[in-house]
């Protein structure tokens, strides 16, 4: 076998260094592979009434919705009369136009109230039990200042925090914990907050 006897050893190097990084990207991806088969965990229980008010965006995946907006992202929870949640969500695009998007999320798993489902249907419309978009409290602070929300496939989330700009720290923890539940944060966004 002369070319493996004149294989230069920088070259032995380089191969060894190309197929350690494969084999750790094949652990990785194993990683996320099994820890997204399992099913996916919520919080013990969320008192609603603490849960209520504005939440800023610090952090989510890429969602279609959200592909206007460009900095100021919130959310703002109120109890309706019916006993559902009011959804209010706002943002301004690059423009600086305000972006708002008004909706209602319905409790599926009640006294936990760890489980939503949210409607962006038409208000004539949202009793109807389609067009939701799945709604789980993943990971929450005992203070409700922090929470990650997220959905049963793993193709969105969202870390929500009480004030405009969390420390960095929360946010990587939060992360962190996304990615040990079998999320990709490889492709997360950041929004900006003025």
């Given amino acids: ?13 380089l191969a060894k ?7 750790l990207t094949g652990l990785a991806a194993g990683t996320i592979a099994y820890a997204q088969s399992k ?6 229980k969320v008192e609603l009434d603490k849960y209520l008010g504005v939440w800023y965006e610090a952090a989510r995946k890429p969602m279609y919705f959200e592909r206007k907006c460009a900095y100021n992202i919130s959310a703002t929870y109120t109890l309706n009369e019916n006993g559902n949640i009011v959804v209010d969500n706002k943002c301004y695009d690059s423009e600086g136009n305000l972006q708002q998007s008004m909706g209602e999320a319905f409790v599926v798993n009640a006294p936990f109230n760890t489980k939503l489902n949210v409607s962006f249907l038409p208000e004539s419309i949202r009793w109807i039990p389609v067009g939701r978009g799945d709604y789980w409290i ?3 602070d005992e203070d409700y200042q ?9 193709k969105y989330l969202w870390i929500l925090s009480r004030v405009p700009n969390p420390k960095k720290e929360v946010i990587i923890e939060y992360l962190n914990y996304a990615k040990s539940l079998g999320y990709d944060i490889s492709d997360v966004i950041y929004p900006e907050h003025r």
Avoid at 2 to 12: D, E, M, R, T, V
Avoid at 146 to 154: A, F, I, Q, S
């Fill in 39 to 44: 099913p996916l965990a919520t919080v013990e």
């Fill in 146 to 154: 922090t929470v990650l929300v997220g959905e049963p496939r793993r």
């Fill in 138 to 140: 993943l990971k929450l």
């Fill in 17 to 23: 260094i190309a197929v350690g990084g494969v084999v």
């Fill in 1 to 13: 076998m002369p070319f493996i006897k004149n294989f230069p050893k920088a070259s032995w190097r």
